[in-house]
C-alpha cells in the first residue's frame, strides 16, 4: 500500500539535530531513525532521519549548504488557547528562529510554522459573516496570533 511522507532537507547538516528537538518539545513527536550513509568508514556522506512531528511522518535528510528550506511548505501547529500560542511561538522563534506575519514563524533551523488556535478557526469560520471577516482582517496585522484581539473583533468591540 502506498503512504505519503514529508521529506524536508536541511542545507547545514541539522535534520538529527531538528528532528531531536521537535521530539523533546511536541508532543506525539518521535525520532525513530538514523542512517548515516558512508562511502568508506570515516567518510560521511549524508545523514537521513526518519521521524514524526505531532504524529506526521517526516523524512529529513542533511542536503549540504546549497539547499534551504523556505515558506512554500510548513507545518500547521494548531493549538489550544493563547498559552500554548505563547509556548511555541517562543520556542520556535528561539535561538535564530523568526517571527513572521498572520501566524507564521521560522524555527531555528529554517522550518516554517504556523502556530494557529483553534480559536482562529472557530471565529474565522467559513469568512462568511461580517464577524467573521472582523476576524480574518485583525489576524492579518498581527504577527503572533492574539486570541483576545480575535475575539474583540468577532464582538465588534
Not at 15 to 25: R, S
Not at 48 to 76: C, I, K, M, Q, R
Amino acid at each position: 500500500m502506498a503512504s505519503v511522507r514529508t521529506h524536508l532537507w536541511f542545507g547545514n547538516d541539522q535534520a538529527v539535530e531538528a528532528a531531536a528537538f521537535y521530539a523533546e518539545h511536541i508532543p506525539g513527536s518521535e525520532v525513530k531513525r538514523v542512517i548515516t550513509a558512508r562511502t568508506s568508514p570515516d567518510d560521511r556522506v549524508a545523514d537521513v532521519v526518519e521521524f514524526t512531528v505531532a504524529g506526521h511522518e517526516v523524512v529529513g535528510l542533511n542536503a549540504g549548504p546549497s539547499f534551504h528550506l523556505n515558506e512554500a511548505f510548513s507545518f500547521y501547529l494548531l493549538v489550544e488557547g493563547q498559552a500554548e500560542v505563547d509556548r511555541y511561538w517562543e520556542l520556535l522563534t528561539a535561538d535564530g528562529g523568526e517571527p513572521g506575519a498572520c501566524g507564521w514563524c521560522k524555527d531555528m533551523f529554517g522550518v516554517s510554522w504556523q502556530v494557529i488556535p483553534r480559536e482562529l478557526e472557530e471565529l474565522s469560520g467559513d469568512y462568511s459573516t461580517e464577524a467573521n471577516q472582523r476576524v480574518c482582517q485583525a489576524m492579518l496585522t498581527m504577527s503572533k496570533i492574539d486570541v483576545a484581539e480575535l475575539q474583540a473583533a468577532y464582538d465588534g468591540a
